[in-house]
């Protein structure tokens, strides 16, 4: 049981170039979410979504984009990278909305993104 | 005012020392998650709580409701309990996101 995958663990982006962050989950979770961890900051939402086909903003959404077409997967899009977005980002999945009833959350290794 | 405060922001221990470590929150929580996070590495989580008190080996997880704080003890530290710990509160109300502290870094010396 593989839990929560992210792929790639570490890539550098020149300024404007596009990259996909793919996150994939074999729990049958409902609930996945991308989230971005800087120095000095708790982790901050950037989109989540509540089942295939369903996708929302969290607090930090502008420059990505996301999309659900299956429960397995939920790729982030970055559309025209920039330094600001120079971050490490962690999908996270759960059983259903998760945190409103509180069930656990699993979240994947993390991709370490450097924008130059 | 940060939502959720953590402290201490950094801890040093001995191996074997008793370790705790806070976080406080101002917002009305369905749950409280405490994360623990290697260096370099993925985040697990360790505990899921609404009330009361859970333990799971050395690691226990307290939370008052009432004074909106709870606390993450490890007993017998271990120089492999190097990480950081993060706290994180679901918001009561249907909101969809976790509000995360900015995590304890503890570093336990053998």
């Known amino acids: 049981n593989a839990g929560v995958t992210q792929t790639p663990k570490f890539q550098v982006l020149k300024t404007g170039q596009s990259m996909t962050l793919q996150c994939a989950q074999d729990?049958?979770?409902?609930?996945m979410s991308w989230y971005r961890q800087d120095p000095g900051m708790g982790l901050r939402l950037i989109h989540y979504?509540?089942?295939?086909?369903?996708?929302d903003q969290g607090e930090v959404p502008n420059g990505y984009n996301v999309s659900r077409s299956t429960t397995e997967d939920f790729p982030l899009r970055l559309l025209s990278a920039a330094p600001s977005q120079t971050s490490v980002y962690f999908c996270a999945s759960s059983t259903d909305r998760g945190y409103l009833g509180g069930t656990e959350a699993f979240f994947g290794q993390g991709t370490r993104l450097t924008v130059v | 005012k940060n939502e959720v405060e953590q402290s201490p922001q950094n801890l040093t221990a001995q191996e074997g020392e008793f370790i705790t470590i806070n976080c406080s929150y101002s917002?009305?929580?369905?749950?409280l998650h405490w994360l623990q996070q290697h260096p370099g590495g993925g985040i697990v989580s360790l505990f899921m709580l609404s009330s009361g008190k859970k333990k799971h080996g050395r690691l226990i997880a307290t939370i008052n409701i009432q004074e909106k704080h709870s606390s993450l003890h490890i007993t017998a530290s271990h120089p492999r309990d190097s990480a950081v710990y993060i706290c994180?509160?679901?918001?009561?109300?249907?909101?969809?996101?976790?509000?995360f502290g900015k995590g304890t870094k503890l570093t336990v010396n053998p």
């Open positions: 979504s509540v089942g295939a086909g369903i996708t």
């Open positions: 917002v009305g929580i369905s749950a």
């Open positions: 994180a509160v679901g918001l009561q109300g249907g909101s969809e996101k976790l509000v």
């Open positions: 729990m049958n979770h409902e609930y």
